[in-house]
């Protein structure tokens, strides 16, 4: 089993920046890829960004250009820098780590995009 804890989240000014951090302890070695998808009320979880144990990355249209995945094997923990942020960002982030047949989640962080 993988635990996943994510951190970073809190209220930004349009245009702001903000980094969210997901710590991975536990099952970690198993791990193929991370994510971070996002979600507001009524709405799907939608994908944001995925980084996998290679380091290959990818981004959901709305990320690229603005969000950088990134990932510190030294501390297990994955990224993600969020740069000139717009109202449409506000969202509860989650983590998830990815393994074969496993999907693991975190308890998601809320950032809030308001002037």
């Known amino acids: 089993q993988v635990q996943l804890v994510e951190s970073g989240g809190g209220l930004v000014q349009p245009g702001g920046s903000l980094r969210l951090s997901c710590a991975a302890s536990g099952s970690i070695f198993s791990i193929n890829a991370m994510s971070w998808y996002r979600q507001t009320p009524g709405k799907q979880r939608e994908l944001v960004a995925t980084?996998?144990?290679?380091?290959?990355?990818k981004y959901a249209d709305s990320a690229k250009g603005r969000f950088t995945i990134s990932r510190d094997n030294a501390k297990n923990t994955v990224y993600l820098q969020m740069n000139s942020l717009k109202p449409e960002d506000t969202a509860v982030y989650y983590c998830?780590?990815?393994?074969?047949?496993?999907?693991?989640w975190g308890q998601g962080t809320q950032v809030t995009v308001s002037s």
């Open positions: 980084i996998t144990s290679g380091g290959s990355t």
């Open positions: 998830n780590a990815r393994r074969v047949g496993v999907i693991d």
